[in-house]
T-cell receptor
C-alpha cells in the first residue's frame, strides 16, 4: 500500500526566504507525482506535474524534483511572498488514483 | 475552457439523511474521481468512474455510491449520513487514455452533518 509523508507539517518564514518542502513515498512504481496548492476551504490547484522519467519541473519561482528510486520529491519555492501562504500537497499517481500526503501548511510573514 | 465544476458549494444535512453531490469534468476529460478531505488532512480516494462504471474504489463503505452519465458528469451519493462524513468532497477529472496528463480538481463541496 502506497504511503505518502510530507515534512514539515507546518512552516512559518519571513518574506523573501527560499524554502524547501519535502514529500516521501513508499512505493516507487508510480506514473507521476503532482504538487498542489490549497487555500483554506478551497479546492486543489495543480502547481507542477513530474513524470516518473523526469528529474525536475519548473514553473516561475517553483521547482520540483523527483528521485523515484529513493521515493522522494521536493518543492523549492524561491523568494517567498505572503501570497504563497497556503497548504501544499503532494500526490503520487500509481494507477487509477492519487495518494496524498498530509500537506505542509505554509505561512509567509510580511 | 471550463475547469471542473462541483455543486453545491456548501450543504448541511442531518444525521441519517442522504445526500447527492454533483461534478462536471473539465472539457476533454472522460474520467471522474471523488475524494474526501477531513479538516487538516490530505484527501482520501473514494472511487473513480470511467465509461459509466466504477473502475476503482478506495476504503469506503457501501454507503458511498456513485454514478457517471454519458456526458461524463458524475454524482456522489452518501446514504445514512454520519457525523464523521462531514468533510470537503473533491471531484477530480482526468483523461483515461493516459495516466500521464495528471488530474484537475474542482473547488469542492463542503458537507456538514449535524
Amino acid at each position: 500500500k502506497q504511503e505518502v509523508t510530507q515534512i514539515p507539517a507546518a512552516l512559518s518564514v519571513p518574506e523573501g526566504e527560499n524554502l524547501v518542502l519535502n514529500c516521501s513515498f513508499t512505493d516507487s512504481a508510480i506514473y507521476n507525482l503532482q504538487w498542489f496548492r490549497q487555500d483554506p476551504g478551497k479546492g486543489l490547484t495543480s502547481l507542477l506535474l513530474i513524470q516518473s522519467s523526469q528529474r525536475e519541473q519548473t514553473s516561475g519561482r517553483l521547482n520540483a524534483s523527483l528521485d523515484k528510486s529513493s521515493g522522494r520529491s521536493t518543492l523549492y519555492i524561491a523568494a517567498s511572498q505572503p501570497g504563497d501562504s497556503a497548504t501544499y500537497l503532494c500526490a503520487v499517481n500509481a494507477g487509477n488514483m492519487l495518494t496524498f500526503g498530509g500537506g505542509t501548511r505554509l505561512m509567509v510573514k510580511p | 475552457d471550463a475547469g471542473v465544476t462541483q455543486s453545491p458549494t456548501h450543504l448541511i444535512k442531518t444525521r441519517g439523511q442522504q445526500v447527492t453531490l454533483r461534478c462536471s469534468p473539465k472539457s476533454g476529460h472522460d474520467t471522474v474521481s471523488w475524494y474526501q478531505q477531513a479538516l487538516g488532512q490530505g484527501p482520501q480516494f473514494i472511487f473513480q468512474y470511467y465509461e459509466e462504471e466504477e473502475r476503482q474504489r478506495g476504503n469506503f463503505p457501501d454507503r458511498f455510491s456513485g454514478h457517471q452519465f454519458p456526458n461524463y458528469s458524475s454524482e456522489l451519493n452518501v446514504n445514512a449520513l454520519l457525523l464523521g462524513d462531514s468533510a470537503l468532497y473533491l471531484c477530480a477529472s482526468s483523461f483515461a487514455g493516459t495516466p500521464y496528463y495528471g488530474y484537475t480538481f474542482g473547488s469542492g463541496t463542503r458537507l456538514t452533518v449535524v
